[in-house]
Antibody
Framework: EVQLLESGGVLAEPGGSLRLSCAAS????????MNWVRQAPGKRLEWVAI????????YYADSVKGRFTISRDDSKNTVYLQMNNLRADDTAIYYC??????????????WGPGTPVIVSS | DIVMTQSPLSLPVTPGEPASISCRST???????????LAWYLQKPGKSPQLLIY???NRAPGVPDRFSGSGSGTDFTLKISRVEAEDVGLYHC?????????FGQGTRLEIK
């Protein structure tokens, strides 16, 4: 059974940093692209970043480029999102999501339950 | 960026009646391989999204056959043949043709 579990979401101050983690199980992790998607209150889902199997390439939404970094540790079946220079509009529930098919960019077939990030002073 | 537009945004439905949601994209989602990179998700209250339809018209494993997806290019439709109480929630369309991956605004289905 595929399972994804995010952690690391907390209250952070503007300009601060956070690292989110997503622990995966139930599939051959190193073959699949992994994504971070966020959902701000009352807003549509927003894709944040993708990391392909093997660690590259990576792509980012313009709204986070230069501030967020996605990475993975295939030995731990974990994907990370390092979030720097946080802004109030980064406040959202952050989900990790697995691509449906290995070795590419595809729809997401599994999502974690999400972890909340609140950026406020 | 590809902009996804859903309609309606709110959909009250009587149980047992059909329902239909439209999703339009500003660019064709038809790849040269013949696949439309359009997916539908249902986000039940308090839960994360779950995949219903991928590649425009393929039901995900375990999804009831009352759900169907159709369309090609820029116009897509999700249909529920007979709505049940458990179908309430927020329906999202998503394009996965390329980055940035983008979503529609969401359509909230409620039971009358």
């Amino acid at each position: 059974e595929v399972q994804l579990l995010e952690s690391g979401g907390v209250l952070a101050e503007p300009g601060g940093s956070l690292r989110l983690s997503c622990a995966a199980s139930g599939f051959t992790f190193n073959r699949y692209s992994m994504n971070w998607v966020r959902q701000a209150p009352g807003k549509r889902l927003e894709w944040v970043a993708i990391i392909y199997g093997g660690g590259s390439p990576t792509y980012y939404a313009d709204s986070v480029k230069g501030r967020f970094t996605i990475s993975r540790d295939d030995s731990k079946n974990t994907v990370y999102l390092q979030m720097n220079n946080l802004r109030a509009d980064d406040t959202a529930i952050y989900y990790c999501a697995k691509d449906r098919i290995p070795d590419g960019l595809f729809e997401f077939d599994y999502w974690g339950p999400g972890t909340p990030v609140i950026v406020s002073s | 960026d590809i902009v996804m537009t859903q309609s309606p945004l709110s959909l009250p439905v009587t149980p047992g009646e059909p329902a239909s949601i439209s999703c339009r994209s500003t660019q064709s989602l038809l790849h040269s391989n013949g696949n439309n990179y359009l997916a539908w998700y249902l986000q039940k209250p308090g839960k994360s999204p779950q995949l219903l339809i991928y590649l425009g018209s393929n039901r995900a494993p375990g999804v009831p056959d009352r759900f169907s997806g159709s369309g090609s290019g820029t116009d897509f439709t999700l249909k529920i043949s007979r709505v049940e109480a458990e179908d309430v929630g927020l329906y999202h369309c998503m394009q996965a043709l390329g980055t940035p991956i983008t979503f529609g605004q969401g359509t909230r289905l409620e039971i009358k």
